[in-house]
């Protein structure tokens, strides 16, 4: 049984259309551009995620306040994020890195909170026996705890952000993987569409297994097995 | 010196301490024995300035105080040498100073091939050894160890018993050191003091007649046996209730 190249294109044609991509210079336009939003927004929330979460993590106060409305964040779908940045920043790369940022915080503030809360309070009663100073409790204690709860998290996040980046661009970009996969769409080029996913499974390959796992061997060597 | 004055400790209504007072002059080695859960930990926790009393008065004279905890409390992201210096780091030594002070301890503590290991790395004696010579790195005049010995065999116990005595010795540190085992405590201590089951009480205090190094097999055992025979003594460890509970021994 043969099914029609729009409907399931082979992997040959799958390879023939990606072969094409890179020839036109499409692919990598594509990547670098996708890598561009993803690599800002995630950034963005990175550094926001463990900065509240940080603050959270020492004040109690602090964290009754702002969980809950990072909570509600989480639960709003990432597809109602497109629809209120395209309102609030129109079409581009702004929607885009938006909602990457908004849909992966939340992931990231709470594994912050989390390594804060769970440092072993043995071991800050063995610091506070030294007098140790605060910025020394961070810097030796806490910093290092939390990079072994961080890069989990950050794995998680970063398989959001590939899926939110294309779907975004999808909707509200005129570059990008996602972009590209639409006008593959309208054109019924089905062939094109495979080879676009092909590219996004091994973006988030690389990312996991290329870049954040030789990461987490460098920053918690510890950790190696 | 340290003077620990009718020191009471209520825990949730539960009163664990009730009037302990101690003296301890600089050089000295004082053990803290008794049965467990009797509140030996509290006690020495106290004399720390961890927790306050509920009454009593902590004087603690000693410029510098050092803490071994019951389990090492080492930082696990951090190698041996970083453990040992982590007290220097704290009150603000330089690099160059800490790492010359980590590998003159780990030298004296026999850690030098760990020097670049993680903790998980270290058997249960040398992760202690790092707990002690982390300790030591702060150059104290006062060392309070909460049952070091913990969780080693007997051959390691004897090492590690050997290489505390001569690091107190060589650098003539007051100590105060917590052990539910008397033979420890006679080879250990210049004065133990024996505390009842919570609400603890001090009812015996054993004062050595020879120095730590002269210590034989015999003359600790004996000691043990002496000790172990006094009323208050056997009472405080529930001796004298054995012969109820025979059935474990029996058929």
Known sequence: ?225 | MLILDRISYQYKHRSILEGISITLAPGQILCLSGPSGCGKTTLLRIAAGLIAPSQGVVKNKFTCTGYVFQEPRLLPWQTTQENLAFGLKAKGVAKKERDCASKQLAQQLGLEQALDLYPDRLSGGMQQRVALGRALAINPDFLLLDEPFNGLDVGRRREFQLMLLQLLGERNLAACIVSHDLAEAVRLGDRILVMSPAPSRIVYQWQSLLPPATRDEVYIYREVAQILALSEVSRCFNLNNNSSHPNFMRS
């Open chain 1, 1 to 225: 049984m043969q099914y029609s190249k729009v409907v399931l294109p082979s992997p040959i044609e799958t390879g023939a259309a990606l072969a094409r991509l890179l020839t036109t210079g499409k692919l990598l336009s594509a990547i670098l551009t996708t890598s561009f939003h993803l690599l800002s927004a995630f950034t963005l929330a990175v550094l926001m995620g463990v900065i509240f979460g940080i603050i959270a993590g020492i004040q109690s106060e602090f964290e009754k306040t702002i969980a809950p409305i990072i909570s509600a964040l989480q639960g709003i779908p990432p597809i109602a994020w497109i629809v209120l940045a395209l309102l609030w920043f129109g079409s581009g790369s702004a929607t885009t890195i938006f909602t990457i940022m908004v849909a992966t915080l939340p992931i990231i503030f709470f594994s912050t909170v989390e390594g804060m809360s769970s440092l072993p309070r043995s071991l800050l009663e063995m610091a506070r026996l030294f007098s140790t100073p605060t910025s020394l409790l961070l810097k030796d204690l806490y910093f290092p705890h939390l990079l072994s709860y961080l890069f989990p998290s950050c794995a998680a996040g970063l398989g959001i952000a590939w899926r939110v980046a294309v779907m975004s661009e999808l909707l509200s970009s005129e570059a990008g993987i996602g972009a590209e996969l639409n006008l593959a769409r309208i054109n019924l080029d089905t062939d094109e569409v495979m080879a676009w996913i092909a590219v996004t499974i091994a973006l988030i390959w690389v990312s996991q297994y290329l870049i954040l796992r030789p990461l987490r061997h460098l920053l918690t060597p510890w950790q190696r097995i």
